[in-house]
């Protein structure tokens, strides 16, 4: 007859099953996405040292600010994918399966120019402009052939799971690219600092070459007559249009907030601290959480409750402008951050479902890539748009753009839905 300690230690082990079910079913769900968590980060690291780090790195080392300035045109090729995307979605490249072949080339050249510019310490600054608007070409084309795989490979209902890791790799990348290696840059050194940034680029790279693309492939889409991406702008348009009005109204709430806290003599150290650390580990939280309420509460319910917040922080931020309340701008700032870092899991969940078809590389370019230059006319005018009129008045008159520009993208994602639950049926 078994005695009380064997009976107390089979009722232990007897509860702790379901614990390590639920921990199984967590690590099975976890591993498929673990490849591409990792390639988002290099994603977040390699543009976030590139266009964060580096002009930190040269206007302490006394370039001119009008020089350092330049360094933001690294960004643009993020914008441009759709210019040879459709190349992406026709060109195989031999050895390696059709999205992952593109992944390793566009990841591999981005770490032999990272490893030429780690040469260039004395170089001039055009030579390393133009070597680090390279590496961010490459980054960005890897991004869009990883999109095309997500889509083609990935079932509609965990897009929103792989939404989720693609934020939370890019804001631990921009962690490391920001944060660590130019932290560390005074023991590191300029050579030490990018090796290492190519270095994490080509470990990360390692997780996708067991990725099963031919396997996951869908079987059913149709090839499609050759149009270019061009040819795909009229289908799109609306739906560009829609994102690129978020994207420029979501910028004027939330991009001149940092501006406003300087002007609200917030010390520079406290505002490098909001944006450099606040700002990512908010991020990475709530691309955690966010991919499982997208699922639960709806992807346009997410949008409309995300952009309720977003709304209520700039009205918070009008009101502390008018007061001259730093500690309140502050908080509207972190809850910017908070509302803000919800919504990135729904909106690229949605992309990613309009990208949907037999051209994903073509489509997600043109649906991010053009939509952020639809965005770029205000993004540039925002600075002076504030000055003119005052900080409180500019996020005042923000508020209703943004609700329009808001409520328009959650229709057209409603309407989606809808049509996909008609099909469906």
């Avoid at 999109?147 to 929103?160: H, W």
């Avoid at 993004?379 to 923000?398: D, H, P, S």
Wanted: glycine residues 12%; positive net charge; contains cysteine.
């Amino acid at each position: 007859m078994p005695g009380p300690g064997t009976i107390g230690a089979t009722v232990s082990r007897a509860a702790l099953l379901p614990v390590r079910a639920r921990l199984g079913d967590l690590v099975e769900g976890v591993r498929p996405l673990a490849p591409f968590f990792c390639l988002y980060v290099t994603f977040g690291l390699t543009l976030g040292f590139l266009s964060g780090g580096a002009p930190l790195i040269l206007r302490a080392r006394g370039t001119d600010l009008s020089e350092v300035g330049l360094l933001q045109l690294i960004n643009l090729p993020v914008g441009l994918t759709f210019l040879w995307a459709a190349v992406l979605d026709r060109v195989r490249l031999p050895l390696l399966a059709h999205r992952i072949g593109w992944i390793v080339a566009a990841q591999g050249a981005t770490a032999a120019l990272l490893a030429a510019m780690s040469f260039g310490e004395g170089w001039p600054l055009p030579v390393l402009l133009g070597l680090a608007v390279a590496a961010c070409a490459c980054v960005a084309t890897m991004d869009i052939a990883l999109e095309a795989l997500v889509v083609e490979t990935v079932p509609a209902g965990r897009r929103a799971y792989v939404a989720s890791a693609k934020l939370c790799g890019a804001s631990l990348g921009g962690i490391l690219g920001v944060g660590v290696l130019v932290g560390a840059y005074d023991s590191l050194g300029w050579r030490a600092a990018v090796l290492a940034c190519a270095a994490m680029d080509l470990a990360c790279l390692l997780p996708i070459l067991a990725y099963p693309e031919r396997r996951l492939r869908r079987r059913g889409d149709a090839p499609e007559r050759w149009s270019g991406s061009f040819g795909r702008l009229r289908h799109l348009a609306p739906r560009i249009l829609a994102l690129g009005a978020y994207f420029a109204a979501a910028y004027l709430v939330s991009g001149p907030n940092t501006l406003a806290l300087l002007d609200l003599q917030v010390p520079l150290a406290e505002v490098g601290f909001l944006t450099g650390s606040v700002l990512p580990a908010v991020n990475l939280v709530m691309a955690l959480v966010a991919g499982g309420l997208a699922v639960r509460v709806g992807t346009a319910r997410l949008i409309v409750l995300g952009a309720l917040g977003v709304l209520a922080s700039g009205a918070l931020m009008a009101a502390a402008c008018a007061a001259g309340s730093a500690p309140v701008a502050i908080a509207a700032t972190v809850l910017n951050f908070v509302c803000g870092g919800m919504l990135g899991v729904p909106v690229f969940n949605m992309i990613y479902r309009w990208a949907q078809g037999p051209r994903p590389a073509t489509d997600y370019a043109l649906l991010f890539g053009a939509a952020f230059f639809a965005a770029m006319p205000l993004r540039v005018a925002a600075a002076a748009l504030a000055e003119w009129l005052g900080w409180a008045v500019y996020f005042a008159a923000a508020l209703p753009v943004y609700a329009a520009a808001a409520g328009g993208l959650a229709l057209m994602v409603a309407r989606t839905l809808r049509g996909d639950q008609g099909g469906a049926r």
